[in-house]
């Protein structure tokens, strides 16, 4: 596989349940990030991840939680999550986090919370 | 305050025609980075082009162009001899040095339609 895989793809959950998000890159970058698209709002950016430590978490709810075992997989654990947080999650990859260093994106994990 | 501004909601184009995409941003960093993305309705997020803020040159991939007016902190892509598969959304963002660990600010996004 090349690129930034993510599964699964589409995600109906209730919310008292507990599910998580995959997100796996190919590209040997050393950094990770998860973004969340709601309709009709720009692209929200949630952590980033750089060599497996998160450095930034952008006031983000607890009930996502993200974990980075090593520099190739990231995961968003989700638990009781509430409607409003349906939408399309996104992770990218890049190679260090310098302002010309471009995100590659995975193909996104539509989250529907009933 | 919203740093990336596309002002253009929605536009029609036809079949191998060019079209051009608005961006303005906001920003006092001098160090930055202007990206184009492109969102089919599949939902992944596909880059397209890059330009630095000290690049002297406008950024062209194939198709693509940017229109860096650093002046008027505008970067409009242009994309030459539209194709049925250039229908998508397509997002300008911005990456700037000051912001620790490259959180990339984007627009809302201009959603293209090319029609035969």
């Known amino acids: 596989e090349t690129g930034v895989t993510q599964t699964p793809r589409h995600l109906v959950m209730g919310m008292t349940n507990k599910k998580s998000l995959k997100c796996e890159q190919h590209l040997g970058h050393n950094a990770m990030y998860w973004y969340k698209q709601s309709a009709k709002k720009p692209l929200e950016l949630m952590f980033v991840?750089?060599?497996?430590?998160?450095?930034e978490n952008n006031s983000v709810p607890s009930r996502f939680s993200p974990e980075c075992p090593n520099s190739s997989h990231l995961f968003l654990h989700l638990h009781t999550l509430q409607p409003e947080d349906s939408a399309l999650y996104l992770c990218?990859?890049?190679?260090?986090?310098?302002?010309?260093?471009?995100?590659?994106f995975g193909p996104g994990t539509r989250l529907l919370v009933l | 305050a919203q740093k990336i501004t596309q002002t253009q909601p929605g536009m029609f184009v036809q079949e191998k025609e060019a079209v051009t995409l608005d961006c303005t941003y906001d920003?006092?960093?001098?160090?930055?980075?202007l990206f184009w993305y492109k969102q089919p309705s599949s939902g992944e997020m596909i880059f397209l082009i890059y330009?630095?803020?000290?690049?002297?040159q406008n950024a062209t991939e194939g198709r693509y162009s940017l229109n860096f007016q650093k002046a008027r902190k505008s970067a409009n892509l242009v994309i030459s001899a539209s194709q049925l598969g250039d229908s998508a959304m397509y997002f300008c963002a911005m990456r700037e040095a000051t912001d620790s660990w490259g959180k990339l600010q984007f627009g809302a996004g201009t959603q293209v339609v090319v029609t035969p």
């Open positions: 330009q630095g803020s000290y690049d002297q």
């Open positions: 920003t006092s960093d001098p160090s930055y980075g």
């Open positions: 991840y750089s060599l497996e430590e998160r450095v």
């Open positions: 990218a990859s890049s190679q260090g986090g310098g302002s010309q260093e471009t995100q590659y």
